[in-house]
């Protein structure tokens, strides 16, 4: 079962601000987030792992709710650039395995001038 | 670094045909990854590999087959081509099975089976 993302889509005027959200009903490992521009392959956004350790781009923000099994990605004053779909990867702690991940819904984000 | 590569681009079978996909990295990574993506949709995993000579199944393999008979080089196989398998399919590695490595994507294929 794939995790479900939230919103599935939302529109930006630059310079605002969005969080995108990643549930799933697994005990995860890591949380990974890429972005896929359109007709391009999907680009390593942040992982976040189990305990704490975070590893992504400097001007990237996200969250990792252990408990809850949930991950947020925090995109603060858009640009442009920042369109595309978001995706979260996640691998889970009972079948998870060489970074096996599963992806989830996609969040559709269009930031306009 | 060239990184992930995917020969080819665009490809159109006739249903019953069969293909390889190609993929190829240069990186030295361990690990590799075969993806289907449907329109509209996340990316689903159809085979992945941890090393020369070992491979695994992963959410959605059937129809498909795949070898690695060398640490660069990781083709995807497609027997008897079905409308279903129209999709974008995705190669991808990473260094090795550490949930803290990123994986890494070619610039995808996308099939069309009539």
């Known amino acids: 079962q794939q995790p479900v993302q939230s919103p599935q889509a939302v529109i930006l005027r630059e310079g605002e601000d969005a969080v995108i959200n990643c549930s799933s009903s697994k005990a995860l490992y890591s949380v990974h987030w890429y972005r896929q521009k359109h007709g391009e392959a999907p680009v390593f956004l942040m992982i976040l792992l189990k305990g704490g350790e975070q590893k992504g781009h400097e001007k990237i923000s996200a969250s990792f709710n252990e408990k809850k099994q949930q991950s947020s990605l925090y995109l603060t004053a858009s640009q442009l650039s920042y369109s595309g779909t978001y995706f979260c990867g996640t691998v889970d702690i009972l079948t998870g395995g060489g970074n096996k991940l599963t992806f989830g819904t996609g969040t559709q984000l269009k930031v306009e001038l | 670094n060239a990184g992930v590569t995917q020969t080819p681009k665009f490809r159109i079978l006739k249903i019953g045909q069969s293909m390889t996909l190609q993929c190829t990295q240069d990186?030295?990574?361990?690990?590799m990854y075969w993806y289907r993506q449907d329109p509209g949709m996340g990316l689903k995993l159809i085979y992945y590999?941890?090393?020369?000579?070992?491979?695994d199944k992963g959410e959605v393999p059937n129809g498909y087959n795949v070898s690695r008979s060398t640490t660069e080089d990781f083709p995807l196989r497609l027997e008897l081509a079905a409308p279903s398998q129209t999709s974008v399919y995705f190669c991808a590695s990473s260094l090795d099975g550490s949930s803290y490595n990123e994986q890494f994507f070619g610039p995808g294929t996308r099939l069309t089976v009539l």
């Open positions: 990186m030295n990574h361990n690990y």
């Open positions: 590999s941890v090393g020369a000579g070992i491979t």
